[in-house]
């Protein structure tokens, strides 16, 4: 065994689930539908593996002096379980049921069990779930697809009998050096200086809540999601390319635009996952890496949208070069907001999250479904979830209901998707002057409900419409 300090963002998601004690807030994870019957024994090895390979899933938090450090063991005993559900009536239903009650179970981050769990859900002769749960602070999304990627090779090799012997595949205790090395570097000064000079003096008005409970907010959230067919994303593609830019960039533009009425500022800041890899070694290592880096938009109504598009090119670029500085520490520069209660410093949590999952397990193939906890604690949160070249692309929103209604978010999902297709089309428009209203919408505001006609019982006279009264 050995043991090591938290990295930043370890520290960051420790003292953050603090906060919120028998929480499930930081647990990842989501289920793998598999088209076909895998076997539960090769399963268990094929977890096993994957776990004596990773280190990051054998770690757990203990305390030196009361402070949180993290343990690394030479050897660990995976929770891997075996649930049939192929004699329920809805045997898929009674299974997602079991995973989804199973995700919102918090981790005790003070026993000595690890941090993931794994589960073989049968629901039928040819048909399984993949179910398995990760706490945040050993993993990140990027890890997840990771894992996905070993377990189901180490399945196939161990089912073929063509398995290697185990093996660390890379070490999240390089990183936790390499973390060390940066906290002492000029680099984390200049990181420091850039962060201070582009936050110094920048006050943004957060989204207020519509609650009377602005002081005592809580961490739950709703969702709702949409489906942006393949051949609309295809066409957003082209015009990217075509523009120098990247789907991201355009997502980002689309979200600023249809976003930046609802809150009361000048300003305007995106929330925005970093992969934090800075090289091949920690791309191919599991363990949580993710940051969080801010995007400030302060932009003039009068530039089209191509323009803005530009703008958010040009800006992230710059902010890339010292993206590694620690967000926790951003907050303590200068980034103003709502200080009395826990809502994040950003408008908006934006997530793209573009993994390669089209593999197959024992030569089957899988559907994977992240789940949510339904915790979130931005106002809003976006996710953009593309997981295969040549399937449709989910885009989920999670939105804290002490801010907003559902009907407004349900009008902000329904819109976005036809702004993607509007703005693809015709970029050329002032980003003031984009109507946040379908067509729809519009006429039934201007016309339907203000309109002086109404339809008058058919009776003989006025003497006859008094007398019915």
């Given at each position: 065994m050995s043991h090591f300090p938290l990295t930043q963002p370890q520290s960051d998601i420790y003292y953050e689930q603090m906060l919120y004690p028998g929480s499930a807030i930081y647990n990842i994870g989501g289920k793998v539908e598999v088209s076909g019957a895998l076997d539960f024994h090769t399963f268990r090895k094929a977890v096993h593996k994957l776990v004596a390979e990773n280190d990051c899933l054998r770690s757990r938090i203990l305390y030196a002096d009361s402070v949180p450090i993290m343990e690394y063991c030479d050897h660990a005993e995976p929770s891997v379980f075996f649930l049939d559900f192929s004699d329920h009536p809805d045997p898929e239903a009674s299974a997602n049921a079991y995973a989804r009650e199973s995700f919102i179970q918090p981790f005790n981050l003070e026993s000595d069990d690890l941090l993931c769990s794994f589960a073989l859900l049968k629901v039928g002769a040819d048909r399984c779930i993949i179910f398995s749960m990760f706490h945040h602070i050993i993993a990140d999304g990027w890890t997840i697809s990771l894992l996905f990627t070993r377990l189901a090779a180490a399945y196939t090799k161990i089912r073929l009998n063509d398995d290697d012997p185990e093996k660390l595949v890379f070490s999240y205790r390089d990183?936790?050096?390499?973390?060390?090395?940066?906290?002492?570097?000029?680099?984390?000064?200049?990181?420091?200086?850039?962060?201070?000079?582009?936050?110094?003096?920048?006050?943004?008005?957060?989204?207020?809540?519509?609650?009377?409970s602005e002081y005592n907010l809580s961490p739950v959230s709703k969702g709702l999601s949409v489906v942006v067919s393949r051949s609309l994303y295809n066409r957003i593609a082209s015009f990217a390319e075509n523009n120098g830019i990247t789907i991201f960039h355009f997502l980002l533009g689309v979200t600023y635009i249809q976003m930046k009425p609802l809150c009361d500022s000048d300003g305007f800041i995106f929330g925005l996952p970093l992969l934090n890899r800075s090289s091949k070694k920690f791309r191919n290592t599991a363990g949580l890496f993710m940051g969080i880096t801010p995007l400030v938009m302060n932009v003039d109504a009068d530039i089209d949208f191509t323009e803005l598009l530009q703008l958010i090119k040009t800006e992230l670029r710059e902010n890339y070069r010292h993206q590694r500085f620690p967000f926790s520490k951003m907050n303590r520069l200068s980034v103003s907001g709502n200080p009395e209660h826990l809502q994040p410093p950003y408008h908006v949590f934006f997530s793209y999250e573009k993994h390669d999952y089209s593999v197959m397990v024992?030569?089957?193939?899988?559907?994977?479904?992240?789940?949510?906890?339904h915790q979130e604690r931005a106002p809003i949160a976006i996710y953009v979830r593309e997981f295969d070249d040549n399937k449709d692309v989910t885009i989920n929103f999670e939105y804290n209901p002490d801010y907003f209604e559902e009907t407004v978010i349900r009008n902000q999902v329904m819109r976005f998707v036809s702004l993607l297709d509007e703005l693809s089309v015709d970029s050329h428009q002032r980003i003031g002057s984009v109507s946040l209203l379908s067509a729809g919408e519009r006429d039934r505001l201007l016309y339907s409900f203000n309109s002086p006609f109404c339809e008058l019982p058919e009776v003989g006279s006025l003497l006859a419409l008094f007398s019915q009264e």
């Open positions: 990183f936790i050096e390499d973390e060390l090395n940066y906290q002492q570097s000029t680099q984390y000064l200049s990181d420091r200086e850039y962060w201070h000079q582009k936050l110094s003096g920048t006050r943004i008005s957060m989204f207020l809540p519509d609650q009377a024992g030569g089957y193939a899988c559907n994977v479904v992240p789940f949510t906890n």
